[in-house]
């Protein structure tokens, strides 16, 4: 029994080592998307009951509530919020061990399986170790619609009992992150078609209560859905569909370079998502090679196995979905990782296949892949600042080190209320304890565009407008400053300035002085 679970208790190990290492090291920027889910954990426990990421009407509050209970369990802080994540990726890994055995029923595989997702390209190390609000839950529930999908297809579609968590899964997902519907909808495909050949009224049934269970698992969204929440258009795009503009045929043209040029190199593990520098060159033949061997294995064998075509539909189906949405106007690499975990499947399985031809060429390769993703991981970890960031644009990746020292400047000075840019407001109120509320309504882009939507949290919006003195935060921005300084000028009102590491400060104004009257924060996008 050791023996047959040691790949998969390695590969948890050594995934744990990791991310250890990676938190004790200080290399995973503390960003906003995470720290309002630390700000919705702590409201959940002071009573408040949000259904969505504070701000939108979609990407359900789950993680939120998972962070709760580890406040609650090992007190508030960023350290409890990345447990959280940890955890959820200890759970993607192993679900992924019992994906990986039902799909070749070959151990050695599944172990190869959890190796590789143990050291995986930077960017699911990245976005299941840092909290964007859903996506290591969106990964693990995945995994368990590709379980049970897989279960159907060996059943024939004779399960009850599989086809009604196939269904409540698929609901409760849709709820917590519309993107595990490109694992459900080849899930269900594939599940109806194995039991093709049974009774038509007996299917039918198993259908409707599977549908009936999906209603159900999605209660909260039908909930907001009911209550008015925009859910429906924010779930097809409509918060991110004036980014890219143009007509249909140039922003379907960038959407394909930005899968095939982009996306590629990201989930390879060739470059880290925020950044065109090459990862671990040395040893990338050698991984291409790997990835190249284990496809012609793959294709040599024959036929696709009817278990590895719903894996590769969920692929085929997120290719789509971010080519024809407006989703693929964000090529941050987030929206990849579902190809991350498709690809550790078919690695493990071409290379698997190739084991049993050339056994030291594939366990050799098995080595060299490993070998080039931790190179990768700790390649990026080491240029720090950014270190490992979900932050894509430069003028995003904020050096958040000096933030503790902002926080007792501003508290010695009791200048705690004002105006910010998104990245600073969420970090500097949770991290504060709430005692410096700074709604963002400054601009962080270079050409100065502002959306409302970086207005996450009403409540402190409320709090700057009743407070009787106001100061300003401004992150790399010179032209803002700059303007900043002539506005406050221009209206005659006296003014201190500050530098606290990337961090300039306009402090003790001779009054209170709203965005508004220097010509900022005005909405230009959805």
């Known amino acids: 029994m050791r023996r047959r679970s040691g790949p998969v208790l390695a590969g948890l190990l050594v995934m744990l080592a990791l991310r250890a290492g990676l938190l004790a090291a200080g290399v995973v920027p503390f960003n906003s998307d995470e720290a309002v889910v630390a700000l919705m954990a702590r409201h959940i426990l002071a009573g408040e009951r949000p259904i969505f990421f504070y701000g939108q009407a979609y990407l359900g509050s789950l993680d939120a509530w998972l962070v709760a209970g580890a406040f609650r369990t090992l007190g508030e802080g960023v350290l409890a919020v990345r447990v959280v994540q940890v955890a959820l990726y200890a759970g993607t890994l192993l679900s992924a061990y019992a994906v990986a055995l039902k799909l070749f029923g070959d151990r050695w595989r599944a172990g190869l399986t959890a190796l590789w997702l143990a050291v995986p390209p930077v960017v699911l190390t990245l976005y299941t170790t840092a909290s964007l609000g859903g996506y290591g839950e969106a990964l693990l529930i995945g995994n368990l619609l590709w379980w049970l999908g897989l279960h159907l297809i060996q059943t024939a579609g004779a399960d009850w009992r599989a086809w009604l968590a196939l269904g409540l899964l698929t609901g409760f997902g849709w709820w917590v992150f519309p993107l595990t519907a490109v694992y459900a909808l080849p899930a269900w495909v594939a599940a109806l078609w194995a039991g093709r050949r049974r009774p ?8 409707l209560a599977a549908g009936a269970a999906a209603l159900l698992g999605a209660g909260p969204w039908w909930w907001a859905t009911l ?4 859910t429906l258009a924010e779930t097809g795009g409509a918060a991110i569909a004036g980014v890219s503009g143009g007509p249909w045929w140039s922003v379907l043209g960038l959407r394909l370079l930005s899968l095939g040029l982009f996306g590629t190199t990201v989930v390879f593990g060739l470059r880290p998502a925020w950044s065109v520098e090459w990862l671990a060159l040395p040893l990338a033949p050698l991984a291409l090679a790997a990835y190249g061997l284990a496809g012609w294995a793959g294709w040599r064998r024959g036929p696709v196995r009817a278990g590895l075509s719903l894996v590769l539909g969920t692929g085929g189906l997120l290719c789509a979905a971010f080519v024809l949405t407006p989703f693929g106007a964000d090529p941050s690499g987030r929206y990849f990782l579902p190809l991350v975990m498709v690809l550790a499947l078919l690695v493990a399985d071409g290379l698997g296949e190739l084991r049993g031809r050339h056994a030291r060429l594939a366990l050799g390769l098995s080595a060299g892949v490993l070998a080039f993703n931790l190179w990768g991981t700790v390649q990026a970890a080491a240029a720090f600042p950014p270190g490992l960031t979900t932050q894509f644009d430069p003028v995003a990746q904020v050096d958040m080190r000096a933030l503790p020292e902002l926080i007792d400047f501003l508290q010695a000075r009791g200048e705690t209320r004002g105006y910010t840019n998104y990245w600073v407001a969420y970090p500097l109120a949770f991290l504060s304890g709430e005692a410096l509320l700074y709604t963002p309504r400054l601009p962080y882009h270079e050409d100065l565009r502002y959306t409302p939507r970086d207005d996450r949290y009403p409540p402190y919006g409320a709090a700057v407008a009743a407070a009787p003195r106001t100061a300003f935060i401004l992150t790399r921005h010179l032209a803002l400053e700059a303007r900043l300084r002539a506005g406050l000028q221009a209206l005659g009102v006296a003014f201190t300035e500050a ?21 900022l924060g005005q909405a230009c996008c959805p």
């Open 200 to 207: 038509w009224a007996a299917q039918a049934a198993r259908f």
């Open 227 to 230: 209550s008015g929440a925009a």
């Open 499 to 519: 530098r606290i590491g990337e961090f300039q400060v306009f402090y003790a104004l001779a009054r209170p002085v709203r965005p508004e009257e220097l010509g």
